[in-house]
């Protein structure tokens, strides 16, 4: 008779080929499980994405547009000190006028002599640098927006307004007029054009009527103008 030991129950031996199929199917499982959760995470990270590509699109526009407000910044800042040049140039080159005008005359009149010859032409020169112009012809056009007529007169020879004469030189810094040319203006004499035209015709009824009289004389010559 035998006796069995109390607490210990046999179990019953499990084939290796179940078992393989049992963690197979685990397997299957815990990946169908996984796979939604890595759709999900890849739909936040692509969503991430755009949302940074669009804050750097952002950035960047801004950055272009202060990048372009810069420039014109930059090139509004430049025109105003070169205009602020020009003034500061022009209203001091306005204050010597008078001095230069003063070398004109005394090298007019022959009176440039000596040190001061040699001054006036080292003021001259100073001037030139700076960009002062001198301007204003005998014989040019006269154009209000560059002259100053002080005189006015009519003369037989001109055939529009025409500067005659020239009482103070204008000076000018590239466009800017410093100050007008002042000069002595002459227009057509009245009636001139007038007067010229009837002698134009006289003189061409003249030549016509020589013509018509040598013609008689031809004839006279040959006998007569033929007929017939």
Same mark, same amino acid.
């Given at each position: ?83 602020? =040049? ?30 001061? =010859? ?97 013609? =008689? ?9 033929? =007929?017939?």
């Amino acid at each position: 008779m035998t006796e069995e030991t109390p607490g210990f129950e046999e179990k019953p031996d499990v084939p290796s080929d179940a078992a393989s199929e049992d963690a197979a199917q685990a397997e299957s499982a815990d990946k169908a499980g996984s796979a939604p959760a890595g759709d999900v995470q890849d739909v936040a990270l692509q969503a991430q994405l755009d949302q940074v590509r669009t804050a750097l699109n952002e950035r960047t526009t801004d950055l272009q547009r202060l990048q372009a407000e810069y420039q014109n910044y930059r090139r509004r800042v430049e025109r105003d000190r070169v205009t602020v =040049k020009e003034i500061a140039v022009a209203n001091l080159l306005s204050e010597l006028l008078p001095v230069l005008d003063d070398i004109g005359r005394a090298r007019d009149h022959g009176e440039l002599l000596g040190g001061f =010859k040699s001054v006036g032409e080292s003021l001259e020169t100073v001037v030139a640098k700076l960009g002062l112009q001198q301007f204003g012809k005998e014989g040019e056009p006269f154009d209000p927006t560059i002259h100053e007529a002080l005189m006015h007169s009519y003369a037989p020879d001109v055939t529009e307004t025409t500067c005659v004469a020239i009482l103070q030189p204008g000076y000018r810094i590239g466009e800017r007029t410093i100050r007008p040319a002042r000069v002595a203006v002459a227009e057509p004499q009245p009636g001139a054009q007038g007067a010229k035209s009837a002698s134009d015709e006289e003189a061409k009824g003249a030549k016509g009527g020589k013509g018509a009289k040598g013609a =008689k004389a031809a004839d006279k010559e040959s006998g007569g103008p033929d =007929k017939g």
